[in-house]
């Protein structure tokens, strides 16, 4: 009878998790958190460029799609994935960015073309 118990108490202990590890969380790399960082910033270097060159009405044009890319980063990537695009609550940088990106685009649309 009380190798039937032991039999018993085994196979209860056998079902449970407590002594397995439990399966790690899915993360992304550090260095792939950086990745919407990284191309956010590669198209505002671009804009800078363009507006360097003498090109006032293309190169805000350009800081302002970089900034609404963020946005759309910052609107449907998970936070865990955003890394340093995530300043403030969601909302906040949303408004934040779709604002200055809207501004920036009326400013390219009246700004006058320079005569070269």
């Not at 044009?61 to 995530?86: H, K, T, Y």
């Not at 909302?91 to 920036?104: E, G, P, Y």
């Amino acid at each position: 009878m009380r190798s039937a118990v032991n039999r018993v108490e085994l196979a209860e202990l056998s079902d449970t998790d407590e002594g397995t590890p439990a399966p790690e969380e899915r993360t992304a790399p550090t260095w792939l958190v950086q990745v919407p960082y990284v191309l956010v910033l590669s198209a505002l270097a671009a804009g800078v460029v363009i507006v360097a060159a003498a090109y006032f009405k293309r190169g805000p044009a350009v800081i302002a799609g970089a900034l609404l890319l963020a946005a759309a980063f910052r609107a449907f990537l998970p936070a865990e994935w955003i890394g340093m695009l995530a300043v403030r609550r969601r909302w906040v940088d949303l408004v934040t960015l779709a604002t200055m990106a809207v501004l920036l685009i009326v400013l390219a649309w009246v700004a006058p073309q320079l005569s070269s």
